[in-house]
Nanobody, 134 residues
């Protein structure tokens, strides 16, 4: 059974950077057949998608509000996906979640269309708080 374990949140000043990590515990060699989504949520609002990636994070897309500030990478040896966040602003303050769906093969993962809605994702991390404040 897959478990997603997040780490890396914290307090950072405006303009600063953080790197979030999402470890795919129990994925084994199947790690390469998962699509990864990052979401964030603030109190009183729905969870919104930040990014989606497949193919060891070589294929990724981001929400418009990211505006080139975030990147995604994968550590194949550790079955971990990283979300590098730069030029953070107070608007980025939220609880960040990683999510995953199994896409079965290289071909299917290459064609995979990530669900925009959080209800479309099967596996979730526990969430990590990111606070951007001076």
């Amino acid at each position: 059974q897959l478990q997603l374990v997040e780490s890396g949140g914290g307090l950072v000043q405006p303009g600063g950077s953080l790197r979030l990590s999402c470890a795919f515990v129990g994925a084994g060699p199947g790690f390469k057949y998962y699509a990864t989504g990052w979401f964030r949520q603030v109190p009183g609002k729905e969870r919104e998608r930040v990014s989606c990636s497949t193919d060891f994070s070589r294929s990724s897309n981001f929400a418009d509000f990211v505006d080139g500030r975030f990147t995604i990478s994968s550590d194949i040896n550790k079955n971990t996906v990283h979300l590098q966040m730069n030029s953070l602003t107070s608007d980025d303050t939220a609880v960040y979640f990683c999510a995953a769906n199994y896409c079965y093969s290289e071909n299917l993962c290459a064609q995979y269309v990530c669900p925009e809605d959080s209800n479309g994702w099967n596996y979730w991390g526990q969430g990590t708080q990111v606070t951007v404040s001076s």
